[in-house]
């Protein structure tokens, strides 16, 4: 060891959060909407139910598992009344025992502007008023 080198010792860390930073640029909220999906291209439509709503996405209950990170899909739902059709990426899938179902969190790859901008001003409004929204 040369005489000019520091003596190596333990280096400071950073404080870590209890929680990783979220990846989600929007808010959500807790709804509960009937919708229809079509994995792909495939003109199938299937019932199922929006339970959580942003601007930049969704998540979905279905009655099968839909894979996350290689499906997509389109979403027909009306939202306060306008009828919305949507493009997402699956990012994840699970199975909930508790509420015996599958759910799909789903991030817009095509919605309108003025559709997703519609959606993230009310959930910002609802949460502003203290109703219950999931965090960002």
């Known amino acids: 060891m040369k005489s000019d080198d520091a003596p190596v010792g333990s280096v400071p860390r950073q404080p870590r959060d209890n929680f990783p930073p979220s990846r989600r640029q929007f808010a959500r909220m807790l709804v509960d909407l009937p919708a229809t999906f079509a994995l792909g291209e495939r003109p199938d439509w299937e019932n199922c139910s929006i339970v959580n709503i942003g601007g930049g996405g969704l998540r979905l209950q279905t009655r099968y598992k839909i894979a996350g990170g290689v499906s997509n899909v389109t979403i027909r739902f009306d939202f306060e009344g306008v009828p ?22 789903a991030a817009f790859t095509s919605i309108d502007p003025v559709q997703r901008q519609r959606i993230a001003e009310r959930v910002d409004e609802l949460r502003a008023a203290g109703q219950k929204a999931t965090p960002s």
């Open 84 to 105: 919305v059709v949507a493009q997402a990426r699956v990012v994840d899938s699970m199975f909930d025992r508790s509420r015996d179902g599958f759910f799909s969190s």
